[in-house]
T-cell receptor
Framework: RKEVEQDPGPFNVPEGATVAFNCTYS??????FFWYRQDCRKEPKLLMS???SGNEDGRFTAQLNRASQYISLLIRDSKLSDSATYLC??????????FGKGTTLSVSS | EAGVAQSPRYKIIEKRQSVAFWCNPI?????LYWYQQILGQGPKLLIQ????????DSQLPKDRFSAERLKGVDSTLKIQPAKLEDSAVYLC?????????????FGPGTRLTVL
């Protein structure tokens, strides 16, 4: 089982749609969780951290379920500019970040 | 504030040749990372420096890859000799603090093609 698994997509949605990405991780000792965004042929950039209680940043909502070892990212009211690959990242204390392969989102007008 | 700088942006070499990549982190950032991102995969950590000391190089193929961080600032990553499977984007990242979970800022990467 891979350490971090994501549905690669692509997810093709129209502008204004709501889309959700899921991610599962295998190491129950993982303590920190993040979503990174990577535009085509660009570097990854931190989108948001994921907290146990769930957290929201504008149109983006991240949730964590430790019991199921599951992380999600919800994007509401999708914009064309949201088109990118979304990388799920987990970390165990004192160890390197582990990146998933990413989920590709394409938003069309 | 200037971001992480990397050069070259693109490099094409033949297998068994050598290649070097350069990274200049954000000013004042103590921690520097080198990642390898193969097409269709997420970035994988190769080596982490704190100032000029190596913290983690457990995933660095040391028979062919080497890296150094001179004076705790710039860093170079070298591959000698290159193999076909080394074709990837090599990303440098830096963070202000010493924890893996401190926000990492990535450079634009060097896209390496090995023929």
């Amino acid at each position: 089982r891979k350490e971090v698994e994501q549905d690669p997509g692509p997810f093709n949605v129209p502008e204004g749609a709501t889309v959700a990405f899921n991610c599962t991780y295998s190491n129950s000792a993982s303590q920190s969780f993040f979503w990174y965004r990577q535009d085509c042929r660009k570097e990854p950039k931190l989108l948001m951290s994921v907290y146990s209680s769930g957290n929201e940043d504008g149109r983006f909502t991240a949730q964590l379920n430790r019991a199921s070892q599951y992380i999600s990212l919800l994007i509401r009211d999708s914009k064309l500019s949201d088109s990118a690959t979304y990388l799920c990242v987990v970390n165990q204390a004192g160890t390197a970040l582990i990146f998933g392969k990413g989920t590709t989102l394409s938003v069309s007008s | 504030e200037a971001g992480v700088a990397q050069s070259p942006r693109y490099k094409i070499i033949e297998k068994r040749q050598s290649v070097a990549f350069w990274c200049n982190p954000i000013s004042g950032h103590a921690t520097l990372y080198w990642y390898q991102q193969i097409l269709g995969q997420g970035p994988k950590l190769l080596i982490q420096f704190q100032n000029n000391g190596v913290v983690d190089d457990s995933q660095l193929p040391k028979d062919r890859f080497s890296a150094e961080r001179l004076k705790g600032v710039d860093s170079t990553l070298k591959i000698q000799p290159a193999k076909l499977e080394d074709s990837a984007v090599y990303l440098c990242a830096s963070s202000l603090g010493l924890q893996y979970t401190d926000t990492q800022y990535f450079g634009p990467g060097t896209r390496l093609t090995v023929l």
